[in-house]
């Protein structure tokens, strides 16, 4: 075969892809259930298989309707196959997830979190985890810009009545609660993060209040044993980053010193050169007086 005809084969291929791909995407909407999961599954494998850097027209449709999906569904296999596609397209096209997507995706999460439905909360934090891992950007956004600590510690400082009438809101509180911890526990092992200072250091003080002063043995699932199990991680964020920062200004500090010092000997080379123009200046101008003084005292031999 020519290497003209594989040229034309190998476009028409990613035509005929494009085009399954945007079909599908398409449909989604109208779909339900296990014929969404089977759409969701099909359009994985199609963008997974396709070539490298392959351009997939109408990139921005696809990602705004897969997060569109991942939005309006609560089943987190839906939600799992959602983020697959995105990592997928992803590094297949080069086209990033925009901050925008990264705050829809946060936006919904944060919402379904807080479901007084304890599976439905469960399963938000599974996608919250699922993101995570799959979702670079989404991991970095969580604990710098998406005020997703100060929410959590938001949550953790609602108070739990004693009445019996309100056992319901009980136990609508502790699994909220639990949630946010685990999701918590989760990523507070990801290396490479900046984390918010001011909201870190609000969250640790009221985990320390949660965690309690005993030192006994808290259950495994206990509110009480993640705090305990998270103090020791994140104060050892706010002191790397304490660290980390007084060596930036260090640094900041020792670079300032050494332009002072180009400064300076700039400075003193510029006052030098000025000095030897002077000089030379008025060496010119001596040696001129001295002609001028030679022809007059010639003139009056």
């Known amino acids: 075969m020519s290497k003209r005809s594989d040229i034309t084969q190998h476009s028409f291929r990613s035509t005929l892809t494009s085009n399954e791909i ?10 339900k259930g296990e014929q969404l ?7 994985l494998f199609l963008i997974s298989t396709s070539p490298e850097l392959q351009r997939i027209e109408g990139g921005q449709i696809i990602i705004d309707q897969i997060v569109k999906i991942f939005c309006i569904q609560n089943e987190s296999e839906i939600q799992a196959l959602c983020l697959s596609i995105l990592l997928n397209f992803n590094s297949k096209s080069g086209l990033a997830v925009n901050e925008s997507h990264i705050q829809t995706l946060y936006a919904s999460l944060i919402q379904t979190v807080q479901s007084a439905d304890e599976a439905i909360s469960e399963q938000a934090s ?6 995570i891992k799959k979702l670079p950007e989404f991991k970095q956004f969580l604990v710098q810009r998406s005020g997703f600590l100060k ?39 990801s290396k490479n993060l900046k984390w918010n200072q001011i909201e870190l250091i609000e969250l640790i003080n009221i985990l320390e209040v949660i965690s309690g002063s005993e030192e006994g043995q808290q259950e495994e699932e206990s509110l009480e044993a993640k705090a305990q199990q998270l103090l020791p991680l994140l104060r050892m964020k706010i002191s790397k980053q304490g660290k980390e920062s007084k060596q930036q200004n260090c640094d900041e500090c020792q670079k300032l ?22 000089e030379e200046s008025r060496r010119k101008d001596d040696i001129i007086r001295q002609k001028e ?9």
Not at 22 to 31: H, M, P, Q, R
Not at 37 to 43: G, I, P
Not at 257 to 278: D, F
């Open 126 to 131: 599974d996608s919250f985890i699922h993101a």
């Open 37 to 43: 999961k089977d759409s969701l599954r099909q359009l």
């Open 293 to 301: 003084n030679l022809r007059r005292i010639e003139k009056k031999r």
């Open 151 to 189: 929410k959590t510690t938001e949550i953790l400082l609602q108070e739990n009545s004693s009445s019996s009438s309100s056992s319901q809101q009980n136990l609508s509180n502790d699994h909220m609660k639990s949630a946010f911890l685990v999701i918590l526990l989760y990523i507070v092992n």
């Open 22 to 31: 945007l079909t599908i995407v398409a449909s989604l909407e109208k779909e």
């Open 257 to 278: 010193g050494e332009e002072l010092i180009r400064n300076e000997e700039q400075k003193r080379n510029i006052e030098e050169q000025k000095r030897n123009i002077e």
